[in-house]
């Protein structure tokens, strides 16, 4: 599964994208696994998830070819 | 309802005005973002900008939809700017053109309050001393 | 707090954004009017505007003082054009820079409001069937 | 005295300028005056007068020397 990470998360995850073997079942666990690996995250205002290219809910369930995608605080404009 | 919407190197204001206008619309509104040269009196000597392009490009669809549903608005285009800006360089343009001025202006708006509350694109700001990413932090 | 006030036989929409943009601005809302092709379903074929030109100028100067009274913008253009008009073309542009968008959004449509108002300008419709100087009778 | 007329108002006083002799004193006299020299005038929408490129108010006292403008309704922009 891959992960895309953008702006200051691409930063704090070490680079643009990461491919993960573990299922991380539904986006609010792959929110809870993302701040384990990298605590710093916490501190962000707010962290969005996309699936797909789509903000994502933390209810969601991930599948296996979805893109992941992690949104740090947005700066556009 | 055409729309124009775009991620480029460098904005042409010119190309979202020529897109939008008609001979059927009476008014054009158009919001130029541009790069200023302090932020809370601290100098800015540049600033890089970073998109999740293909998803960028959908939600400034999805902006420029959500305008033609909620006004009488005839053609928008939404053109941001990737890469290395210098202050005074723009950054983002967005031109909406209305049979009626009052629609071109509220689309306008909405359409520049969106983009920051939902286009992934980031900008970082680098100062004398260092750089950050703008609003990553509390 | 600058302004480029002007009556012109063609309008260059370019000269008014690049006036009014500074490395100090964050941001330049723009209000391009232009030459509708019809009225009430009635094709149009071309406008003419005349102008009191020395009060005209005044007035429009009188709305950028008053918009730099009102809200924080840093400089103004008001650019209209005179002579005969076709379909699509340019007949008057606003551009206000300011630090915040808000405020940029506010004057521009406070200019293009007052202007209508207060501006000693007139226009004559052409239709095939004769000419009208438009909202001259109730 | 001179008078300057615009838009449709130049058309219903058949000419851009007049000079007149009798002085109005205020601009509501110029004004009645207005309305007995051209009729259609009282069809306008609105009809402002301007003195100096200022407009005026009715109670406005008119010299010798001001520059009188007819002004019919506005429709620039």
Redesign the interface.
């Given at each position: 599964m891959k992960i895309?990470f953008?702006?200051?998360a691409k930063?704090l995850a070490g680079g643009a994208t990461l491919e993960i073997t573990e299922k991380p079942g539904t986006v609010g666990q792959f929110r809870e696994w993302l701040i384990r690996q990298y605590p710093a995250m916490r501190?962000?205002?707010k962290v969005m998830i996309?699936v797909n290219?789509?903000?994502a809910t933390d209810e969601q369930t991930i599948a296996d070819d979805d893109e992941i995608?992690v949104?740090?605080?947005?700066?556009?404009? | 309802m055409e729309s124009l919407i775009k991620i480029v190197s460098d904005i042409q204001t010119e190309e979202a005005i020529r897109f939008v206008e008609s001979p059927g619309s009476g008014g054009v509104v158009t919001f130029i973002g541009t790069v200023r040269n302090q932020t809370k009196g601290k100098p800015v000597l540049k600033l890089f900008f970073e998109s999740y392009e293909p998803m960028a490009i959908l939600e400034m669809e999805k902006i420029a939809q959500q305008a033609f549903e909620q006004w009488d608005v005839q053609r928008i285009a939404i053109i941001h700017a990737i890469g290395e800006k210098l202050p005074g360089e723009e950054v983002v343009v967005i031109a909406v053109a209305a049979p009626h001025r009052g629609a071109a202006f509220s689309a306008c708006q909405y359409a520049i309050d969106t983009l920051k509350e939902t286009v992934p694109i980031w900008k970082q700001e680098f100062f004398e001393d260092g750089a950050v990413w703008v609003a990553a932090h509390p």
């Open positions: 895309m953008f702006g200051i930063e501190e962000l205002r996309a290219k789509t903000y995608a949104i740090p605080p947005l700066s556009g404009g | -």
